[in-house]
């Protein structure tokens, strides 16, 4: 399919108009976007290919079902996690702590604990309350755990940032899985000479048996940071990592498994979305909003990020991200009438 130049600048016009209007702010399971149009993982040397068995979806128990491009695209990212605690790490390496919130995360919890403590000499979980095994599992695997009531995702975040200690500090949700080549391109990083302050690293969402490694989902936020550099900031519930100083980026990904199935992917829609409609003011333009927002992101998704080149599940990303905008300015419409004195 080829693409005129004039349609080509007018889809990058139109790309820089959404990423400069704060009223666009990324559906739930994105975070921060990313500069890259083009998000794939790399074939062919991008990534070292150690000849290890693959991690199954934490909510399923069992390999994927992939196609055969999936697996050609995702090899040497998805590989099973060498088992390992914080003691055997090399006292020459510089120390890195992880920090996770979590709230009844038993079915994931694990699986991302596991999936750093290779490389993480300290492991912090700030739980808010889980009344399932999530602090069972995570005290079984060496973390330390805080119990704090959940206030918005930013101060919870900055809590357990508050709670570590190493030099370094890694960034998870409870729902992602740090690769095993992404562990050792960190120890590689913060041991070369001149070292960042931060590093993005790219997010591969997986939701319906897909992996999205196209630029649909182009997610590559700030996750890697020295302790002393960088806070927890953004506007709830879309919190992300300030750095003080350079920020690089890192090529191996983290895997996010971020919706157990669709009724889940409703229920963050409707969460996230009560959320951030919180953040906006509501005004005559409400209305509009709610008309022309869904619509943007539907053409976003689907046409600009390419949503087209995933068939069926990037229809699925482009229809559930214009959802989300649609429930957001309905939510603050509401609000806008009940302002309103009934005459």
Known sequence: MTISPDISALLVALRERKEDDPHLDPPPGQGEGSESP???????????????????PPDQGHQAEQSGAEQTSLRGATRKVR?????????????????????????????????????CRELVVVDSGSTDRTVEIARSM???????????????????????SSEWVLLLDADEQATYELGREIERAICSAHPADGYRIRRVLYHLRHYYTRAIYPDRPVRLFRRTN????????HDKVVVNGRVEQLRAPILHFSYRDIAAHVDTINRFSTRSAAQVRPSPLTVVR?????????????????????????????TTAAFYAFVKYAKVYERRLSMVRPH
């Open 230 to 237: 960088g806070y927890i900031g953004g506007i709830d519930p």
């Open 142 to 164: 060496g973390a330390m755990v805080v119990a704090h009531e959940f206030t918005d995702y930013v101060r919870q975040k900055q809590i357990a940032l508050d709670h570590a």
């Open 38 to 56: 083009s998000l794939r993982l790399e074939r062919g040397g991008a990534l070292p290919r150690e000849p290890e068995p693959t991690i199954p």
């Open 83 to 119: 088992k390992a605690s914080p003691e055997y790490i090399s006292a020459e390496l510089p120390s890195v702590s992880l920090i996770v919130i979590t709230r009844d995360e038993e079915a994931v919890i694990g699986q991302c604990l596991a999936s750093a403590r290779t490389f």
């Open 290 to 318: 709610m008309f022309t927002h869904p619509l943007w992101y539907f053409f976003n998704f689907y046409v600009l990020r390419g949503g087209f080149l995933e068939g069926a599940p990037g229809f699925y990303a482009a």
